[in-house]
């Protein structure tokens, strides 16, 4: 296979590798290529956070950092970004990082699997909230601490040590000189297309026009977002991929738009910012999204990513079902729209074609409706649905005048409770027809027996969902 350079900083050098294969990931290049054995491999699907490390990049001249998986990410993706392991944490005096020092002072270090990844989550938590005097409340480390997994335990005196971190001398890093790295190396982008008889590439664009030219070009090379779902591929799969065409640096894909009806998401959109603007609008859905996977994942994996994805039990789609969102897909010669629920045909099949692209999500902004999404899975934190329940009603004079309800885990695709919601649509909100929607909903769909949960127990437990909206709504 033949192989790529790879440039970018680290500890405010610049690193430059050769031969770097397409889909080497980063916690490979981090042990083996540079030999820094801090972060470590745990699961190697994400789950874990023992691989946590933290990137930079620009964000409207100021640099943003966020912590990652590095043990699903390409290394490729960091093209031009700021890289820091635990090796980068130790103070110029040789002292130690106010998050390393506070896991000493509450005993929080534990074992050295997962203590790297926990102090290196800390570290992108030092510098969101302590760096700009911010207050780091349980809840919230407790938030953004929980893509950091310990199998023994002892989270308590981890979460004081995130408290604790604004107690110390302010740590040493200039904001200004990660600028001056990374705007020179924004400066330097040339954007060459792969050639049509290139056999390798990772290829990044930043314009939409050479994305979509790429994907014309390349209709068989991997598409990536934030690689949470192809990075398993590799790790867990051994997939190979020659051809990788990374999407998450695309400008257009990369935009927000809010008008006073209407939010358009670029479809390269982390998460972790896709949400933000989804809790100030729908603020109800706060705890259903923050629940989805832990912080790491949602700061990589893209809204795009999961639609294209189609996981039956994919967290971000009955949410957009409910909210009557339209997909925006492109090719180099025309583009086309659908509503989020028409564009699956089967499980985990949709009708993008080889050479499109979903580049954003439109969703109306319906000033009087009351929006509500919940999700059931085994694990309260970092873990996939058995089943979610989103629901957006507009009650006028009592009455049901417009509903939908996006359901996952209770089908082979992402759906809408159409049955359902021809039951309410009209109806007086009562009690009662609840309870008569959500004995209908339990009905409405065939769902399977899977090591989630039987069949039975996704029934009742959708029609349970139901029920827990009615009782949020009728709450004082
Ligand atoms: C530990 C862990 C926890 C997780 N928890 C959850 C969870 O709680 N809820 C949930 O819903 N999911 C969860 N996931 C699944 C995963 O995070 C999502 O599916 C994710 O949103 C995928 O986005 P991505 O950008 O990383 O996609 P990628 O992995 O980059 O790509 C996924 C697919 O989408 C395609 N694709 C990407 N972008 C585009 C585009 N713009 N146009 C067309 N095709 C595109 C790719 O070709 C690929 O087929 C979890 C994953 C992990 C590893
Ligand atoms: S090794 Fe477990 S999340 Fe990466
Ligand atoms: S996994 Fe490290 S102490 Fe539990």
């Not at 691989?51 to 990410?73: D, K, M, Q, W, Y």
């Not at 390269?268 to 832990?294: C, I, M, N």
């Amino acid at each position: 296979m033949a192989k790529q350079a790879l440039r970018f900083f680290k500890n405010r050098r610049q690193v430059l590798l050769e031969n770097i294969p397409a889909d080497r990931t980063l916690l490979e290049l981090i042990r083996d290529d540079l030999q820094l054995k801090g972060t470590k491999e745990g699961c190697a699907e994400g789950d874990c956070g023992a691989c946590t490390v933290v990137v930079g990049r620009l964000e409207n001249g100021r640099p943003s950092l966020h912590a990652i998986n590095s043990c699903i990410r390409f290394a490729h993706s960091i093209q031009d970004q700021i890289l820091f392991t635990v090796e980068d944490l130790k103070q110029p005096d040789g002292s130690l990082h106010p998050a390393q020092q506070a896991m000493v002072d509450t005993h929080g270090s534990q074992c050295g699997f997962c203590t790297p990844g926990f102090v290196m989550s800390l570290f992108a938590m030092y510098e969101r909230y302590v760096r700009h005097d911010l207050v780091i409340t349980r809840e919230q480390a407790q938030t953004d601490l929980s893509g950091n997994l310990c199998r023994c335990t002892g989270y308590r005196p981890i979460l004081d040590a995130a408290c604790r971190m604004p107690d110390y001398p302010k740590a040493l890093l200039s904001h200004e000189a990660l600028v001056a790295c990374l705007s020179q190396a924004t400066q330097s982008l040339p954007e060459a297309l792969p050639l049509a008889q290139v056999a390798s590439f990772y290829f990044q664009p930043k314009r939409l026009d050479s994305a979509l030219m790429a994907r014309a070009t390349h209709p068989q090379a991997l598409v990536v977002g934030g690689a949470t779902d192809v990075g398993l591929w590799v790790t867990k799969r051994h997939d190979h991929y020659a051809k990788i065409i990374d999407v998450s640096r695309v400008q257009e894909l990369c935009s927000i738009l809010e008008t006073s009806d209407e939010l358009v998401l670029g479809a390269a959109v982390p998460l972790s910012r896709a949400f933000a603007v989804l809790k100030r609008h729908f603020p109800r859905t706060q705890e259903y999204l923050d629940r989805y996977a832990g912080l790491p994942i949602r700061e990589s994996a893209t809204l795009g990513g999961n639609i294209a994805t189609g996981s039956p039990i994919g967290d971000s789609m009955p949410l957009l079902i409910a909210l009557n969102a339209r997909l925006t897909l492109r090719s180099a010669t025309g583009m086309r729209h659908c509503a989020v629920e028409l564009f699956y045909t089967g499980y985990r099949k949709n009708l993008l074609a080889a050479d499109e692209l979903i580049t954003e999500i439109s969703i109306p902004i319906e000033r009087d409706s009351f929006v509500l999404a919940y999700k059931l899975s085994k694990r309260r934190d970092d873990d996939i649905s058995i089943v979610a329940l989103a629901l957006s009603m507009t009650v006028k004079a009592g009455v049901i005048s417009a509903i939908r309800i996006g359901v996952g885990g209770m089908a082979e695709r992402p759906t809408r409770a159409i049955a359902t919601e021809e039951k309410l649509r009209g109806q007086l909100l009562s009690a009662s027809a609840m309870e008569d929607a959500a004995q209908g909903i339990e009905k409405e769909f065939t769902p399977i027996s899977d090591m989630r949960a039987s069949a039975a127990y996704r029934s009742q437990a959708i029609g349970q969902l139901l029920r827990r909206a009615w009782l949020e709504w009728s709450a004082p």
